[in-house]
């Protein structure tokens, strides 16, 4: 597990952070208010050596009261001070909850399974690749194996190896379709969701990890090597193997 998500040594990061924090700025007021209220590695960080800096030029101002309007020449805060600017950067974040950013994208699997139902509580998926009752449905970057410490990209190249080993199990078990079984993905989300508890990432801060219900559902909880040994080899135990015309004589 990545040293970030361990409370202990978020702790000894958090204080060496804020003690960075301190040397860079020179005013401990506006040092203050540029320290973070919530646990290290509870938000993704980001290394930077210029942007504490920053704040000691002359014509650099922190402001952090809310915004009331936006007029055509100047932003103006909650305590009614219009800012002049001649450029505006919205910031405001991002969407990764899949059952948002798909919600006018219909996607049907099996009789009786519906992404938009089978999601309705939370996204979850079986290393974040297959989804139990959507045959040959594949995913990179799916449920919990997003990362807050490392590259995702190395966690993509395991994903496409994965369905690689998937496409070729389905041509050596001459099936049609493979189905991931509800058991194996709902101990994968168990495992994931106990490995979770504990975690700076659970430590009680918001953040774009977590749903609205607090459930951490974008993170992998583990290191990224563990993540490519539990994908190096599928376990064919995890699927069902389909023939189409198999399963047309049975209904018949």
């Not at 958090?14 to 208010?33: E, P, S, W």
């Not at 002049?84 to 909850?97: N, Y």
């Not at 297959?130 to 190249?157: A, D, Q, R, W």
Request: aromatic share 10%.
């Amino acid at each position: 597990m990545a040293p970030a998500s361990s409370p202990k040594a978020a702790q000894l990061l958090g204080a060496l952070c804020k003690q960075f924090i301190r040397l860079q700025v020179k005013d401990k007021a506006l040092a203050k208010k540029l320290t973070p209220d919530y646990t290290f590695g509870c938000k993704r960080v980001l290394i930077s050596n210029k942007w504490f800096p920053m704040f000691n030029l002359d014509n650099v101002e922190l402001v952090t009261a809310g915004i009331r309007e936006v007029k055509a020449n100047c932003v103006v805060t909650e305590d009614g001070v219009e800012h002049e600017a001649d450029c505006i950067i919205l910031g405001t974040g991002f969407v990764v909850d899949p059952r948002i950013y798909m919600k006018d994208f219909p996607l049907t699997g099996l009789p009786g399974h519906d992404l938009h139902k089978d999601w309705a509580k939370s996204a979850e998926a079986h290393y974040g690749v297959t989804v139990s009752g959507y045959p040959n449905l594949y995913m990179l970057v799916g449920p919990n194996t997003g990362l807050g410490h490392n590259s995702i990209l190395f966690m993509i190249e395991c994903q496409v190896k994965y369905i690689l080993q998937c496409m070729a199990l389905l041509r050596e078990e001459g099936a049609d379709y493979l189905d991931v079984k509800p058991k194996a993905q709902e101990a994968f989300n168990t495992n994931v969701q106990r490995r979770l508890q504990g975690t700076t990432w659970t430590s009680g801060c918001t953040s774009w990890y977590q749903q609205d219900d607090g459930k951490n559902f974008a993170l992998w909880p583990g290191s990224t090597w563990r993540y490519w040994l539990q994908t190096r080899n599928v376990r064919s135990t995890d699927y069902e193997f389909v023939s189409a015309d198999a399963e047309a004589t049975v209904e018949a």
